[in-house]
């Protein structure tokens, strides 16, 4: 028979994060490591996939113990672990990591979707809002408006034709010497910046669909600083303070269409990106207009963690397996059936 509450462990390692986390279905969150590789790729103002991957077999006993402290390994029930998208040589050292512990507890497995996992996140805390709802999921790989029409059940509405919005912010943060990840950087620098001095482009905001353009505003501000003798400490402040206004205003431009058209009453927001304070402010004001419910992530939960997979996995009991293929993929589309 079926316990009544279960205790899932999650494992993240998509990308420059190793995470673990244990999530209990009657207490909530019971345990969370999160290991962070940003110094590590700092100094390359990108992650370098091979360097990420060995960190993360350095670091996710550690972080497995530390999620753990002191809950015994045998209370675990089931063992959720990202299968994709992501980095396919950092995937498959937290595939092989949740093989390994499903063999040592003989306890089943569940491979989830790491984007579906952001979906979930406000979840994690407690937080109700009835599907069918939209979400803007904005991270460093992905710009999607979904409609999300239960578990399981995802229409992609919109998303980026070239590069995602946080590897926008990234790029442009490197292109005018600040730190990886750029988002954070870019959000600080800008609050002393002016966001009218540059007229960057606000690609795709007035076309009749749901998708996004994010390369042509990151030439633009190639060009500008292509144009400029030096860049000085002001100068970069107005550059962040005029990229991250045209970056925000296309994102919600875009969801507050998404949200007319469908006539759908809420909206989470999902992924790293959505940990900036601006996008925040113009997503209240969107929800004050429209009166709309908005969940957002506690910012760890917005980015990169091991919390939201395993609270996926406790909704995933039914697919759990004892078998142990590898599902471990680069590409894993939204609410594609696991392969
Ligand atoms: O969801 P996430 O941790 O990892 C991926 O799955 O990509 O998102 C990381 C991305 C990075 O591009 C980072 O620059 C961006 O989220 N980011 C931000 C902020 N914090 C993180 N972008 C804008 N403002 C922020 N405060
Ligand atoms: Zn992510």
Redesign the pocket.
Known sequence: MQKLFMITLGIET??D?TAVALYDSEKGLIGEAVFSQIELHGEYGGVIPELASRDHCQKITHIYKTALGKTHPSSIDQIAYTAGPGLLGTLLIGENFAQGLALALNKPLIPVN?LEG?LMAPFLSGEKLDFPFLTLLV????SLIIDVRGLNDYEILGQSRDDAV??A??KVAKLIGLGY????E??KMAQQGDPEKFKFPQPMLHSDDYDFSFSGLKTSVLYSVQDLDKITEDVQADICASFQHAATEVLVKKISKALIDTGREGIILA???A???LLREKISTLQQSLNITVLYPPIAH???NAAMIAYLGSLKTNEATYQLNSHARPRWPLGDAIG
């Open positions: 998509s990308c994060e790491h952001h991270s460093g790989g992905h946080g590897e912010f990234d990840p750029g988002g954070p870019i959000e992924g790293g990106v940990a900036n304070k917005c980015t990169d």
